[in-house]
């Protein structure tokens, strides 16, 4: 064992964990007003959920023996039994500090998704949503691309950090469940614009400050190849912002911190599958590339008439397939993964392998994504009621609105009727 | 002249605004209020403790009007924000003596 | 000296640092709009001021050479007095490092109590108490546990990351001082609902996050503990949110957003101290069983009719007792503790010691604060007046509110008369 | 290469980054509301341009070989060539992890300048000015002091974490273009009070943590040296967040939060250089000092005239200042620098090496900034028009504005018009 | 019919509300305003520079009431908002000439 | 008495109020507001879709004054909040048939 890289380990497998809240007020701050608590709540959900379901039976069908190159043995690690061990070792570093960082992994992906479903998504159904797909898309996924499975051993498609098993897997079930539960009402009519973008802008920088946990984590040690992987991180979500803004500003006139936020995370994300594969110089192409088609992309949903409302698909299904799909282009063979893509002579074998890894999940998680959403909406409902949805979702699903603010509301008026509601199951506590 | 005033739901005020418009206004002024009246707040149960919160939000809307529209103004206000429920909101009239428009110092009826 | 280890500790010791800000953010969301910078500046206050009482004698009377198992050598240390020497190791890691990592949990401790006092105390008797209270009982309290005194060699009970030190005492603290500040005016007739929500959620994130640093930095290695205890805060916490939540569902109706921030900080609270003796599934059943109980004990205090404002009690003093004794029940022999709870066939013995560490400490904290809360109550005051107290403690106190959001009042408004005053001390710059 | 040592710096690259989203939101919530976002977005697009020159030609300039003592060779390590080498070490660790380290300070040292020019520099021209000031102003000076240039070689002077290279050069370069874009409107008639201090609450939070990767990251390694770092700036920041809040206290009668959160960014501009010269008694005189002059300083803008927004000069250069000569009289011959300072009987050498250090930055500083904002005021104009700075910026320059939280705007106004726009360039997407 | 107008200090609205309550008042509209008058804002000194602020912040509250009661509502009013200090606000009354409940379109009288 | 209110830019609310303070006003009361009128909001791109906007903000100010003054107060109000352009706003008078200030209890003229 390498205290070194265990250090770094623990410290980025924390730093991943806090990308969730990050999410949260991402996405947050992007909606309206009266639905920002039900948006970070499904990433808090997602958190609470998924942590556990994690050490119960994910870890072990992730990332247990592999069955046939499609699934790990479940029962192996059920409720991570026998990894205490001191003894247990995946390289360098204790197996639970491996868990650990895995876990925060699982549980961003599926957070991701809830963007795309804005304003009108059932709580409750949301968390049935997120237990179903993290074992049936999820797991697998990870499996097949980290954890012994086929794109893994066959494809052999290079995916450092997750730019297939997290952003395109997340990025498209987006999209299906966008499908699912339909438009918003007032989509492409009212701007729906942000309430509170210095909250997206909080939610931003924490993202940011995260993912170099995401990224260079994923070297599991504290090395050459983690510190490659941090530079290229750094560098290919600044070319991205600026493209981003670049693009704004020439088409609109303006560049809009929105965009500014939504470019760091384009880079970050586009990056994500490459930063071992290629150069500082690629990473600086690699980002201004996702930047300039991200921007452009998050405009999709006009043109086809899907209301990806937080543009999961704009960023993180497109960011994800130019990130994994450039790595057959631009890898360098002097980076860390030590491959050749087609504009280092390498020709287009590592290109396809990309493709067919990107593109085999991409398909797989939009139709299990579809089939879930579909039977939760036919079943126990998955969108709120066109009432709750105007007047606002926190106040009906959740019975809070996320702000007070003003003087004359906050404590001047005393209730008419008041009483102090014992807890329910009166000696509970006693 | 004379001044409109309606005190409405909130998610109301686009409908009221489009039919206002179809009835010939060409401007009107909008506000935030809190109401108190027979619609009731929510009660709350909120960490172990209920409550009655009886101030609802609600919009407030004022337009001016010459002295013969101002019926069929508050007729077409009182159509469009209805929903039939309680806490709807009400109506009324007041007299206005005099409009000035600020950009030119126009009065009257050209002030509108 | 281990590079890996210190790495971890530094970084550790840095995440807990950014504990207090959370705590001010999530304190600081709850309270009306009218006292946010009050409850924000008990925070802040708390980390300016223990930090250099914890270098001038803090860490000595802490961690100086034991006397009679009640209190380090205040003089040992003063100053932090030689632990510049390079040579000064504590384990694996300088000493240097386990001072800054100790440090920051007494500032942390303190900053807790202030949640029951919300919005109604006088912010320079505030610090006042502070110097005091952190001397007269949470530097004795942390000695006993982990410095070498009573609780740490004769009793032997098992508190890894603080359940007794820190929130046990800092949670029946506050509800001393809650007592002897007497009521908000308007209490359990106002809802008093927090003003922001969002700023809630930044605070519990970022707590969340820093937690890691709090529990797998107690191992103060890089090693398999550290990574047990990760992973155990990890999945504890996602049970007691689930926990939380299901409670306030079945009962009222709604999962709200101010449920799951408290659902992680109970969470958080009770897997402190059983971090490296419980295993993974044994961190579920303790982290949903303190969802539950902190979910019903926040009504408490509408019972008994104390106002413990922010639940200071109801998620810090439950929670803390929850996982310090639960330790007695579920402690799993494989976990690094290597200790037998009740249920691993133990024996109660463990229970027992665990029961005796937690309610001494809760009595003499309980005790000593009422006496130093008394004493500053009579002499200098201890609550504003009810004008003030109405009116908002921040633009009386603090002489600021905390938004001004309004375009109108943003700039809008020429000030009637208004000179540049020069700084008091005319020359002093010059 | 140490693992511990790489997973230190890697660590420590992360906290320095996220320093920069934390100082857009403690510089963001100072602002009015009308142009929280623009400030915002100078901090954002620093750190997007200043990581791609940074990679292309920023290491090479600073810590490429030496050229008489003025500048590191820009060709030798262009887009970072052969970089990537896993034999490529800087000390201990891999030389891409000190790559990452230095280039978050690149970042953040621009950053830092635009809190003097709030609510009226164009966003473009803040850009353009980004590209140029980094280039000819940081680069150089960043390797006089750290990269093998004269300050270093031939002055000697201390500068362990930047506060000449980083504060004294921002804070004087703030000072130059508050001088070439002239006051706002209204500035000392109207208050111009913080619209969220909030807001500035955590970016005051983030950018304290951000800031123990910062100093104790200089030590470029996981030992005793970074250890004293991290205690040193703990401590010197509660002296100086005390300092600052007595001195208000007693002059004005009140403490604020804006006091707080200035006295804690005073008190780590003033330990950065000196963190690892001065003993934690020494640290904590030092930060006291930096909070009371400072706290005095931010009022000069008032005397003389010169609109210093956000007090860049009042808390960057002068703290910046307090801390690099009081290194001079504080140095501490058993901290791990080993200088001793004038108190501790070494004389006036080293105070004067100080002081040379410093001036020569501050007048190097002052004279190029002055000229790249003069001629870019010039040239393409470096401030907005009248009407936008009084309307405000976010809505003119960024087409945003930064919150919607009304219930009544937000969502309840259907649009008269819209029409979901097609992106420009019908078919790039396709 | 006439509309009863108050503007007064934020924390005294619970005690005004419950007054009108007490006199038979089943509704009213709250909004926000802020006042300036002999009442000046503070003074602060921030950051060693002293300012004046000299708008306060007040509650406006309406009421709407037959004609015969527009007096005693006043005085009802009047009464609650009353600190005895500088600030406490004006009350005003002014003609209205029809109301309109939305809900059911009832008229004058009936939609109070 | 009368009531003059007025609606206008809010970044011309300092002006105006210098203005009345000069012409013998010693009170006023402020409120935020939206207007809707001739003044569009602007056309909005933003992440590839086009909206207008056409509610811009407003500041709505409220005078009581003697009858015989309103005139005066309304030409003054109107001089000092006019930029000449789109969107200045409307200020109009209304009547008001009693004030009452709180604090004293005063009537009338007295109450201003
Ligand atoms: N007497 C009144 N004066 C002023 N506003 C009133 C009055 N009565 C009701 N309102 C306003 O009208 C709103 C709706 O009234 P409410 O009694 O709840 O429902 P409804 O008008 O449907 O009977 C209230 O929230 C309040 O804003
Ligand atoms: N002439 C006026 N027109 C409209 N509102 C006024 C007028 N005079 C005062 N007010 C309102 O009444 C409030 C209280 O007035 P002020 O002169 O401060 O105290 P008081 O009424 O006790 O003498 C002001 O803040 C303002 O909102
Ligand atoms: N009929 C009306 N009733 C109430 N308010 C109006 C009316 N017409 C205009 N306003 C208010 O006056 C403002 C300015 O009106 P607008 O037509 O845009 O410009 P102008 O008055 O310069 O012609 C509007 O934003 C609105 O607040």
Redesign the interface.
Known sequence: MDSGDTSWVLASAALVLLMTPGLALFYGGMVRAKSVLNMMMMSFGSLALVSVLWVLYGYSMTFGTDKSKVIGDPGEYLGLKGLMDPEALSGTIPTMAFVAFQGVFAVITVALISGAIADRAKFGTWMVFVGIWVTLVYFPVAHWVWGGGWIMKDVEAIDFAGGTAVHINAGVAGLALALVLGKRIGFAKEPMRPHNLPLVMIGAGLLWFGWFGFNAGSAVAANATASVAWVNTFVATGAATLGWLLTERFRDGHATSLGAASGVVAGLVAITPACHSVSPVGAIALGALAGVLCALAVGLKYRFGYDDSLDVVGVHLVGGLVGTLAIGLLADPDAPAGASGLLAGGGASLLGKQAIGAFSVLGYSLIVTLIIGLVLEKTIGFRVTTETEVSGIDLDVHAESGYDLTPATSGAFRQQSSKAAAPTGEGAMA | ???VV???K??M??TV?DALQGAGV?????????????Q?G?T????????????V????IEV?VEAEE??AV?DT??QA???????????????????????T?ERGTD?L
């Open positions: 002249m004379k001044l309606a005190v409405i909130p998610h005020v686009d605004k060409h401007g009107l002024t909008v506000s935030e209020a809190n109401g108190f009246g027979r009731r929510h709350e149960v909120y960490r172990g403790a209920e409550y009655t919160v009886d101030l939000p609600k919009v407030r001016l101002a019926q508050a206000l009182v924000a209805r929903t039939g429920k309680i806490g709807d909101g009400k109506v009324w009239i007041m007299p206005v003596e005099e409009v000035i428009r600020v950009r110092g002030a």
